[in-house]
């Protein structure tokens, strides 16, 4: 194993958050610009993918539209909410049986209130709680100080 320095030197960073800043903006431009395309190709083949999907029978789904030698494909997706009141009434009334095969029941606990627990009460919520690092981010900026 290679002995690491025992003395950190550092990198002139100047270069590195001129050029992070420098992408960091391309990359909005581009994303901006996308979406200009994207939506111009949406106005022009959303009602010829909607005819396409009614005559299925659907509301929602991905239609592919061939034109002038390319291929479109719209993506008309759909999101469920369900009235959470209502549906508890009607799980309620089904036998327990036919409730666990319908319904996916997740528990959780906020984690504001989890932090704001009284020490008693959040040690026994900590029993039932693990941590997963979902990422990592960074952010470099020049300090004005």
């Not at 960073?13 to 901006?32: C, F, G």
């Not at 299925?56 to 009235?83: A, C, L, N, P």
């Not at 528990?107 to 990592?136: H, M, N, W």
Request: net charge negative; charged share 30%.
């Amino acid at each position: 194993m290679l002995n690491a320095p025992t003395t950190f030197i550092p990198n002139d960073l100047t270069p590195i958050y001129e050029r992070r800043k420098d992408v960091m903006q391309q990359i909005a431009d581009l994303q901006n610009e996308l979406k200009v395309i994207n939506n111009s190709l949406i106005q022009q083949f959303e009602d010829q993918a909607e005819q396409v999907l009614a005559s299925k029978g659907k509301d929602f789904g991905q239609v592919t539209i061939k034109s002038e030698g390319f291929k479109i494909s719209i993506d008309s997706r759909k999101r469920v909410d369900w009235d959470q009141e209502k549906l508890m009434g009607v799980l309620d009334n089904m036998d327990n049986e036919n409730a666990k095969h319908y319904a996916t029941v997740k528990v959780s606990v906020a984690e504001a209130k989890f932090q704001q627990a009284p020490p008693d009460i959040r040690a026994k919520l900590s029993e039932c709680r693990t941590v997963y690092l979902q990422g990592k981010s960074v952010n470099i900026e020049v300090d004005d100080a």
